[in-house]
Nanobody
Framework: QVQLVESGGGSVQAGGSLRLSCAAS????????MGWFRQAPGKERESVAA????????YYADSVKGRFTISRDNTNDTVYLEMNSLKPEDTAVYYC?????????????????WGQGTQVTVSL
């Protein structure tokens, strides 16, 4: 497993932007599929975006397509989530997760390492 630490959450007004980072340590980052998930109060956790370990596969939830961008830096063992045009419904705790050489990008059951989460709050 890898250890994951998220950062970059905060409060922003609707239409604003945030950039989340997730720093990994412990094993070879390049072999991990990385995903971002979120959980809003009273709702189940959902997949937001993911990027395959090879870099060739990327997934976005329909609700964030065109607004969010996931990327990875294998040199610095970090995955990013650039969030633009934020909406109040994006408010949630955002979690970073890792799946060793995973191919099922949006299936949270496949991910075996999770960060502690970072709060994102979007107000009108």
């Amino acid at each position: 497993q890898v250890q994951l630490v998220e950062s970059g959450g905060g409060s922003v007004q609707a239409g604003g932007s945030l950039r989340l980072s997730c720093a990994a340590s412990g094993r070879t980052f390049a072999f991990y599929t990385m995903g971002w998930f979120r959980q809003a109060p009273g709702k189940e956790r959902e997949s937001v975006a993911a990027i395959g370990w090879s870099g060739g596969l990327i997934y976005y939830a329909d609700s964030v397509k065109g607004r969010f961008t996931i990327s990875r830096d294998n040199t610095n063992d970090t995955v990013y989530l650039e969030m633009n045009s934020l909406k109040p419904e994006d408010t949630a705790v955002y979690y970073c997760a890792a799946d060793y050489m995973g191919w099922d990008l949006q299936n949270e059951d496949q991910y075996d390492s999770w960060g502690q989460g970072t709060q994102v709050t979007v107000s009108l």
